[in-house]
């Protein structure tokens, strides 16, 4: 969607003051820190109680942002950007997203409840990916302003919006209507937490309900207390596990670690099975679960996806702690609604027998704190907790209702005290309310790993996957290349997300590749591209598929597969079309045909070729005609053999420049991964994988002092250095060193000086803020891998798969 200043002026009634008003805008952005801000940023300045955005235009000018959404020109900058003068900038940023949400006309599903809304976001997302290209809100944006920004991130390739709106009082849902614009409505558990902003239930309910003014179908538990208030001209699909005359009725059934779901829908009864059993996953499942029949799908995918659902962490976090104990993170509310969650949480992650909970004073309304913390404690009881530290004013009043309570005024009491707690081998729940700064508790306890991960984001593998799958002809085959552990972002994990994915192929180069995927449970059929002839017979016992390239290799295969009697076994014929690595060439056709006519052993699953140039529109010419090679000889197999295989010739770079010779099939690489050499294309890829270190040790050296191996960096004044413990063994080049690379800290470059060693680096950190024990970007959003491969004259490819395997591999979803 291409927006200019002038489209936008008049859809946030701007006053414009500025030069150039046909600059294309691309990004939008509240944050001035963000390393995403570049010239086709329009930039707004919010303001709130504790942040005036106007400070930063200044700053932001400075690094090449011209275009400004603000209340008032700050008078130091009168001359030198371009502005949109409004009354309000956040409502300017809510109208500009009601109008880009207009512009799209697919189904949006908006969420909106008490507890949920992010975990039914993120498991609707993984549920309807291998089907839908979706935009969902990142993270928990489901604010005044996370929404706006959540919606401006559609696109045109997507086809379905998951988005949740969260409100803390009256009056904000209506707004939220309005950007999200929702087709179907979920309404998530309504609890009491949020009560706040709220004189009553009933009007927390209504409120939220203004969610859900135009929606073609509203998804809700069926329960009196909340139907009462839903406009009756609204459609719902409705489940419930005490009603029948519910859309959907559900009972349940709890084995050890699993819930059994017995679902009638439409006088047919099936059962689901999750991998959850305390209330609040169950009923987030259902909704999800519903969305689904509401899709139709049946009832064949819905069990084996349901099946796979996988904890959200993104509010509760698990962590390793110190001393072999394991901790729950959720230092940031603190209510009797969440409580009951964390605990259900704890309860189903615990690792230890052992159990204590930290827990700060509670904030609810409604009730006195004799009532509440007896309510409390009874909770506290029935989760049999072993101990429970308590930090607060209050609940230092009401420890005696706790058996076995410790506790503490405040968190600086806590604290001091923290070497008698004897925290060891239990699992910890650390649950406060964010003004109780209970994060510095989940620092004191968390292990500190001091090493080097490649943090691998699985979200932006899928959004990768999707974007090119919708570049494909609907029929389009999808071979992933999968090869040198997945470009050296992690093997099994690809795999088995891509197959979850449903791609149609895999690709490795060699055998044990394959076999170690197989063994770990991988169905997908792959396809190896170099197998030996000595890997064959474990080759066909594993039922991976060679890519056949030679009448020597042919013939050798087909022995060991005549000697095993197989029949029809798959095989892949490579041609050579200019590529000139592996391949028949045109005059070793006839040879070919006459080695596989008639023969039952083997089975031409696919024919293929590899292009040299696909990326590179110099050489288009020389493509092409290994495109038309590639048909001619193809064709010439096919009829022959009177055959018809898959037939497959692109990479990713050949996806994107020769959408044509699609065939039945592509390979996709380095796309997955999150890299593409066109520029435009980048931009709509997600960064896969982000390389981090942290600072071992900060010196000062003075002016003349020399840093590292060869004395190759003198200071040429007094210099604050960091030490971070990785170097070329990890795959980092050395010509990336001295003066050439940097590394990313506090969002600020730091460049590498001297020679990088084996294990460890030097950057210079004089103008930044930071201390040991941070956190050290080596590569990801910045510096990308294909910028560090333009500096260093080689490819992203090689950047890759050079990152050693002593470097642990960390996979998360957002
Ligand atoms: C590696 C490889 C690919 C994928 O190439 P990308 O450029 O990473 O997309 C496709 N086909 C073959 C034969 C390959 O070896």
């Not at 799908?297 to 702690?321: C, D, F, H, S, W």
């Not at 730091?750 to 294990?759: F, P, R, T, V, Y």
Request: hydrophobic share 40%; glycine share 6%.
């Amino acid at each position: 969607m291409t927006l200019t200043i002038r489209n936008i002026v008049p859809i946030i009634k701007a006053n414009w003051i500025g030069q150039n008003d046909v600059a294309i805008i691309d990004y939008i952005s509240i944050d001035s820190r963000s390393l995403q801000n570049d010239e086709n940023t329009l930039f707004f300045a919010l303001s709130g109680p504790n942040h005036d955005g106007h400070q930063y235009i200044e700053e932001l000018i400075n690094k090449g942002t011209q275009y400004f959404v603000v209340t008032r020109i700050p008078e130091d900058v009168k001359e030198k950007g371009n502005f949109l003068v409004v009354e309000n900038t956040l409502e300017a940023l809510q109208k500009f997203a009601a109008y880009y949400r207009s512009l799209f006309d697919f189904p949006i599903i908006g969420i909106t409840g008490s507890n949920g809304k992010t975990i039914i976001k993120e498991w609707l997302n993984f549920l309807l990916s291998p089907d839908y290209n979706i935009i969902r809100s990142p993270k928990s944006y489901n604010s005044q302003v996370g929404v706006p920004l959540s919606i401006l991130g559609i696109k045109e390739k997507h086809n379905l919006g998951i988005f949740e709106a969260g409100i803390s009082t009256t009056n904000e849902m209506e707004k939220l209507q309005k950007i999200i614009q929702p087709t179907i409505g979920i309404l998530s558990n309504i609890g009491s937490a949020h009560d706040e902003g709220f004189q009553s239930v009933a009007e927390k309910i209504k409120e939220k309900l203004k969610l859900f003014t135009s929606v073609k179908v509203l998804i809700l538990n069926k329960n009196k207390s909340i139907s009462a208030f839903v406009n009756p001209k609204i459609k719902t699909f409705s489940w419930c596990s005490d009603d029948k005359s519910a859309d959907v009725y559900i009972t349940k059934k709890n084995t050890d670690e699993l819930t059994v779901l017995c679902v009638t829908y439409q006088e047919d009864t099936f059962t689901i099975t999750i991998p959850f059993h305390d209330q609040a996953s169950i009923e987030n499942a259902i909704h999800c679960m519903m969305v689904m029949l509401y899709f139709g799908y049946n009832q064949k995918v819905i069990q084996t996806r349901m099946a796979q659902l996988y904890p959200v962490e993104m509010r509760l976090k698990v962590k390793n702690g110190i001393n072999n104990t394991t901790i729950i993170d959720d230092s940031y509310s603190s209510d009797f609604q969440s409580l009951k969650i964390a605990l259900d949480f704890l309860e189903n992650q615990k690792q230890h027998k052992k159990k204590t909970v930290i827990l700060s004073d509670i904030f609810q309304s409604g009730l006195n704190n004799e009532e509440l913390y007896s309510q409390v404690s009874q909770l506290i009881i029935s989760n049999k907790i072993n101990r429970v530290i308590g930090v607060g004013e209050t609940i230092s009043q009401y420890k005696n209702k706790f058996i076995n309570c410790i506790a503490f005024k405040n968190i600086d009491d806590f604290i001091t005290s923290f070497e008698n707690l004897n925290f060891e081998n239990e699992t910890i729940l650390i649950k406060g309310a964010r003004d109780f700064h209970f994060e510095e508790i989940v620092s004191m306890l968390e292990e500190k790993t001091h090493e080097t991960v490649l943090e691998i984001n699985l979200n932006a593998i899928s959004h990768n996957l999707n974007f090119y799958k919708s570049k494909l002809a609907p029929k389009t085959k999808m071979m992933v290349m999968v090869k040198a552990f997945g470009y050296g972002n992690g093997g099994f994990e690809i795999a088995k997300l891509l197959e979850h994915h449903k791609v149609d192929y895999l690709g490795v180069a060699f055998a044990d590749e394959g076999i170690s995927l197989k063994s770990a449970g991988i169905t997908v059929p792959i396809m190896v591209l170099n197998p030996e002839s000595t890997s064959f017979s474990a080759l066909i016992q594993h039922q991976l598929e060679p890519e056949i390239y030679s009448i020597k290799g042919l013939k050798a295969f087909l022995k060991i597969a005549e000697q095993k009697k197989l029949k029809y076994f798959p095989i892949h014929i490579k041609l050579d079309t200019g590529m000139h690595r592996l391949g028949f060439e045109e005059e070793n056709l006839t040879e070919l045909i006459q080695t596989l006519k008639g023969n039952e052993t083997v089975q031409i699953k696919s024919i293929l070729s590899h292009m040299a140039t696909s990326d590179d529109l110099k050489h288009d010419a020389f493509s092409k005609s290994q495109i038309a090679l590639f048909e001619k000889l193809s064709s010439q197999l096919q009829t022959s053999l009177n055959i018809k295989p898959i037939r497959h010739i692109l990479n990713t770079s050949g996806i994107t420049n020769y959408p044509e010779a699609q065939y039945d099939m592509v390979r996709l690489g380095i796309g997955l991964y999150g890299i593409s050499n066109d520029y435009e294309e980048q931009k709509e890829l997600e960064n896969v994988g982000t390389l981090k270190s942290i600072i071992s040790q900060i010196r000062t050296i003075e002016k003349g002092e020399s840093v590292g191996y060869g004395r190759r960096f003198i200071a040429e004044k007094e210099t604050i250095i960091a030490t971070i413990p990785i170097g070329y063994a990890d795959g980092i080049r050395r010509s990336w060193g001295h003066g050439v690379g940097y590394v990313v800290i506090n969002n600020i470059q730091a460049k590498i000086i001297g020679s990088i060693c084996m294990d460890m680096l030097m950057v210079d950190v004089t103008n930044i803020d930071c201390k040991e024990g941070q956190t050290v970007i080596v590569f990801g959003e910045n510096p990308t891998v294909n910028f560090m491969a333009k500096q260093l004259n080689t490819i992203p490819y090689e950047i890759l798969t050079s990152i050693s395997q002593r470097v642990k591999r960390v996979f998360f979803r957002e």
